[in-house]
């Protein structure tokens, strides 16, 4: 008669068969599937990306061949990056910030400002930066300090804001012709061999903003305070400080959005910021960053800026007519969300 190997368990609670067996591995403990696991969700957007982009190709390949379309869009993209990232971070947080056009706009007009007075850029810089920060300040403070609603608070705060610099400077721009000149121009915003410098400096402010949001305290801090402030209080987390921290970063990208915006068009215009609204949001929501807080993706939500900034080159660049953009931009969004609904495991 045959032996039947008596099965046993191993140090993880799995079982075998007997003698010469390998240790079964569980799914969920093979490499590749973890590494999927923790990253769905950026590559559920990644795969809308690329799935959009051949679309376009295939529908006129002569234009989608053409370096000057993707170096047009790299041009612009930096700016919906610096809005984008920092408000992954408010979103975790389980709040909301509408004011960041208008923030946007206010350190773009500080930046031109100091740069029309004859002085450095690189203090110009320094003090758009400042404003930024010192902006997400007190409208973090009317949130969490006055309990007022994000959504509504931050909305105010936009028109608020706007209007002051509609009312200071009576709708006027300002036109920066000798900024080219400056070794700050040709640091952020300048070309090398054909590619923008501003869309590098972005890439390492999404990259430095991804590791804070993954292995920091502050990023771990935004996701626990996001899922359950009252956990988090009890495990000794400020929440209210961390929720004011999110604001002012917000406040900092915001303010690079401004200066980049304004070295990119040379001009700082009264309504900078105001197109950016709809588009950054979407961009947060396509990357696959719930609206429930406590979970994101700061990747997903670089490339979701990726793709609403395609969609009107791209509508325009397959020979569709620009009513059409609109509609894209709505599909495009709808489709997303309703595949990150079916990839990702709702907590809330």
């Known amino acids: 008669m045959t032996d039947i190997a008596e099965p046993k368990q191993d140090k993880r609670g799995h079982m075998t068969t007997g003698a010469g067996s390998h240790d079964p591995i569980h799914p969920a403990e093979r490499p590749m599937r973890r590494l999927f696991l923790a990253n769905r969700a950026w590559l559920g957007t990644l795969g809308v990306f690329v799935v959009m982009m051949a679309v376009f190709i295939a529908a006129n390949p002569r234009v989608f061949s ?34 960041f056009p208008a923030t946007m706009g206010f350190a773009g007009w500080i930046f031109a400002l100091v740069v029309q007075a004859g ?10 930066i400042l404003t930024g920060m010192a902006l997400g300040l007190l409208v973090g403070s009317l949130v969490v300090y006055a309990n007022l609603s994000s959504l509504i608070a931050t909305l105010g705060m936009n028109f608020m804001l706007r209007g002051l610099i509609l009312m200071l400077t009576q709708s006027k721009s300002i036109a920066l012709v000798t900024l080219d000149q400056t070794w700050a121009y040709r640091i952020f915003s300048s070309q090398v061999y054909g590619v923008p410098l501003q869309i590098l400096w972005a890439l390492a402010f999404v990259f430095v903003c991804a590791l804070l949001y993954n292995r920091h305290r502050f990023g771990v801090q935004v996701h626990v305070v996001g899922d359950n402030p009252d956990s988090a209080n009890e495990m000794g987390v400020d929440v209210k ?12 990208g915001a303010a690079l959005a401004g200066v980049f915006s304004t070295m990119i068009n040379f001009t700082w215009w009264p309504t900078s910021g105001d197109g950016y609204l709809l588009p950054v949001l979407a961009s947060v929501f396509v990357g696959g960053t719930p609206t429930w807080g406590g979970i994101g993706t700061v ?42 609904r079916w990839n990702q495991v709702r907590y809330r």
Do not use: C
Request: glycine share 12%; charged share 5%; net charge neutral.
């Open 119 to 128: 002085y450095d850029p690189f203090l110009g810089i320094v003090a758009a």
């Open 66 to 99: 053409s370096w000057g379309l993707y170096a047009s869009v790299l041009t612009t993209l930096p700016v919906a990056l610096f809005l984008t990232v920092p408000l992954v971070y408010i979103v975790t947080a389980a709040e909301i910030d509408l004011s």
């Open 241 to 252: 400080r961390v929720r004011v921290k999110a604001f002012v970063f917000m406040g900092l």
């Open 299 to 340: 990747v997903g939500g670089a490339i979701g800026a990726l793709i609403v900034s395609f969609i009107q080159t791209g509508v325009v660049g397959a020979g569709l007519s620009g009513f059409y953009v609109q509609f894209f931009n709505g599909l495009i969004i709808i489709l997303s969300l309703i595949g990150h």
